[in-house]
């Protein structure tokens, strides 16, 4: 047994020693020695903070603080960068263009919003004069009017009577557009959860259409047919240079038998070099066996409605029941069309399948990941709900598959709008097809990488609804179609998502906000431009769950961007010059890992096993080779940036309105005028997404 020590005795104050001392010799010792007091301190509670080794201690403050400085290094730098832009672009015009100004509105828009800032500089300066002089008669959201004894001097007085002036008349009629603004936005935030409730529902249902068994199996005795319809692909384009040989190659690969398919390459280019490429591509692809030809109009009007409808006019076309459409920049993978057409079968009222767009260049930049939140909640929630429980959505113009029954019962493709693609979807609707969306099934495309080709595209994706509204409304209110569907067309689809969004939130936000800056009085509460927006825009994000860090770059970017949808909005409302403007949203060629891996795979087997274009001469052979090699020793164009004069002056409107509230204290409308300022001015100098060639 071991024997029992009693430590006490040897560390008491006792100085008698009892037994026999032993000393113990230990060859390099690693120990320190430590001189106790008595016998508890050893065990005594030793205080956090005098126990923490100093040394640990100054490393973790060196560590915060070179954090710190490395983020106020990284915003003095952004700071500086943005300062630089201005003096370069702004103030000596180096490299930029401004923008050009077609329309007669927006001219008008840009000087009504030059006017407000103006005013708000002359009331700011006027503020800040009465600031350093005490008059401070606004507290505690409240305004004191002093008598007249306290009154000292005329700008004293005119001061009073501003105030006057302002609660009385100024306020009253700010606050009444502020609470209909902040209803129709209450209205909006409610449609969009009710929207997202309902992809909720889906997902915890798993609903959504499916295949039963083989759908093109024959009937006959002996079972072993298949019986494939026949399909149409058409493939509008005009002057693209950078995606048409990745489409045409796509579609051309489409799994389908190859004597029940036909593919349309639809050329409205007018670059004659263009034009030669397409056919080499077109020619290249025939001569392996695939049933492809070419078509380019002589006289091209109407834009992708009037090519459509002049390739629809072919005799060939009956022959055929269903006609697939691809912009482009689109690739379809090569079972596109076995996931979609099936659908069709036994489902006589059918009239579209709808699949879903997948970007290629969506993490290119901050703009191309800003798009794809809101391309991901229009197909994720707003197309899946609608065409899971009314049967309708917009026809998103490509990735689709028709009926070619359905159109020619909607009246074919129209050219009286640029919104060709939700016109034949609402003549569809009116006379009583149904659509499914497919949310499983997606199709490679771009979205715009720079800020002018973006923007050039959502004006006509909100001016030419607005110019059809007007159209159909007529048709609408007569069709046979139920009651409620008709209000879900009219209230919903077009008044609500197509008008009061960019109407409000222009308005509102960009407008009535900074006025109140000046007009205290009608002070916006928090809630209106704080909670709701983030909550709504964690909404918008949910589809995209990766792009959650950028959720307040989101929420500054699309009220920015509102102030283009609130003019493409009003120009098609009232017909002017701008909403029948179509100009081709610029591409860059983007292509998909797998794509370029193709791509290799074909190079190389195209250098092991040469081909000859035997339906070509040898001088249309030599013609097509001496373009490409002019494409690629051709000098590139030197790129420029535009300046927006709309942006820049909403910006300079915010950032005073940012400036005016520091005189009242109020913080969270300072950070929000501040950002959304700076916001303003990132996109008006055109420092957001890649530059335009």
């Excluded at 409205?268 to 030669?276: K, P």
């Excluded at 079972?335 to 009239?351: A, I, R, S, Y």
């Excluded at 028709?402 to 919104?419: A, C, F, M, P, Q």
């Excluded at 909100?462 to 007569?478: D, K, V, Y």
Aim: net charge neutral.
């Amino acid at each position: 047994m071991a024997p029992s020590i009693d430590f006490s005795r040897l560390w008491g104050k006792d100085s008698s020693r009892k037994g026999t001392p032993v000393v113990v010799t230990m060859e390099n010792p690693n120990y320190s020695v430590l001189e106790i007091d008595g016998p508890d301190a050893a065990f005594r509670p030793v205080d956090k903070d005098r126990g923490k080794n100093a040394k640990q201690f100054t490393w973790v403050l060196l560590l915060k603080a070179h954090r710190a400085v490395g983020c106020l290094s990284w915003l003095g730098n952004a700071l500086w960068i943005l300062l630089g832009a201005i003096k370069k672009r702004l103030i000596f015009g180096q490299g930029v263009t401004m923008e050009n100004e077609k329309s007669g509105r927006g001219r008008l828009l840009f000087r009504t919003i030059l006017a407000f800032l103006l005013m708000s500089l002359a009331f700011l300066a006027f503020e800040v004069f009465a600031h350093f002089n005490g008059w401070h008669y606004f507290h505690n959201h409240g305004l004191h009017i002093p008598q007249t004894l306290e009154i000292k001097g005329w700008l004293h007085a005119i001061y009073v009577a501003w105030l006057e002036f302002r609660a009385d008349y100024i306020a009253p009629l700010i606050q009444v557009l502020s609470s209909f603004c902040v209803a129709l936005f209450l209205i909006q935030s409610a449609d969009r959860m009710l929207l997202c409730l309902g992809c909720f529902w889906i997902k915890y249902k798993k609903i959504k259409p499916r295949i039963e068994g083989d759908p093109f199996k024959s009937d006959d005795l002996e079972g072993l047919g298949y019986d494939y319809p026949m399909v149409l692909v058409q493939i509008p384009m005009c002057n693209e240079r950078e995606v048409y040989e990745q489409s045409i190659s796509a579609v051309c690969q489409l799994d389908w038998p190859k004597d029940r398919l036909l593919i349309q390459v639809l050329d409205d280019s007018d670059d004659e070099s263009i034009q030669w490429l397409i056919k080499g591509e077109v020619s290249k692809w025939s001569q392996k066996g695939v049933n492809i030809i070419y078509r380019h109009r002589l006289v091209r009007t109407g834009y992708k409605a009037g090519n459509l409808k002049s390739a629809m006019n072919c005799d060939y076309v009956k022959a055929y029941e269903f006609v697939a459409i691809f912009d482009a920049d689109f690739q379809p993978n090569p079972d596109f069309l076995m996931q979609t057409v099936p659908h069709f079968k036994d489902n006589p009222e059918l009239g579209l399948v709808q699949a879903r767009w997948a970007f290629v260049n969506k993490d290119e930049n901050l703009l191309t990941r800003l798009q794809n939140i809101n391309l991901c909640f229009h197909f994720e929630v707003e197309q899946q709900v609608n065409g899971v429980f009314i049967n309708f959505f917009g026809f998103n113009g490509t990735a689709g598959v028709w009926r070619i029954k359905t159109l020619e019962d909607s009246g074919g493709w129209l050219e009286r709008t640029t919104v060709e693609d939700m016109d034949i979807a609402v003549r569809a609707h009116l006379n009583g097809w149904k659509f499914i969306f497919l949310n499983d099934v997606k199709v490679l495309c771009e979205v715009p990488e720079s800020y002018e080709a973006y923007r050039k595209q959502q004006h006509r994706w909100h001016s030419g609804p607005m110019h059809l509204f007007r159209l159909c409304l007529p048709a609408i209110i007569t069709s046979k179609i139920a009651v409620w569907k008709k209000a879900n067309l009219i209230l919903l689809f077009f008044l609500l998502r197509k008008l009061i969004l960019p109407f409000y939130s222009f308005t509102l936000f960009c407008i009535i906000l900074p006025l109140t800056m000046f007009v205290p009085e009608a002070e916006l509460p928090v809630w209106v431009i704080c909670y709701v927006p983030v909550f709504m825009s964690f909404l918008n994000i949910l589809p995209a769950p990766r792009s959650f860090p950028f959720i307040v770059p989101y929420l500054l970017f699309e009220n920015t961007m509102s102030v283009t949808k609130f003019n493409a909005m009003v120009s098609g409302l009232f017909q002017l010059g701008s909403s029948y403007e179509w100009v081709v949203t610029k591409k860059a060629g983007r292509a998909s890992e797998p794509d370029l891996l193709a791509a290799a795979e074909r190079e190389t087997k195209a250098m092991n096993h040469p081909q000859l274009y035997r339906g070509s001469s040898d001088s249309e052979l030599s013609e097509l080779n001496k373009l490409k090699e002019h494409q690629e020793t051709a000098p590139k164009p030197k790129k420029t940036n535009k300046l927006y004069r709309k942006e820049l002056a909403l910006a300079f409107l915010l950032l005073t309105a940012a400036v005016r509230s520091l005189l009242s204290a109020q913080g969270v409308h300072f950070y929000f005028l501040l950002f959304q300022g700076v916001s303003f001015l990132l996109v008006g100098l055109d420092l957001i997404g890649e530059q335009m060639s």
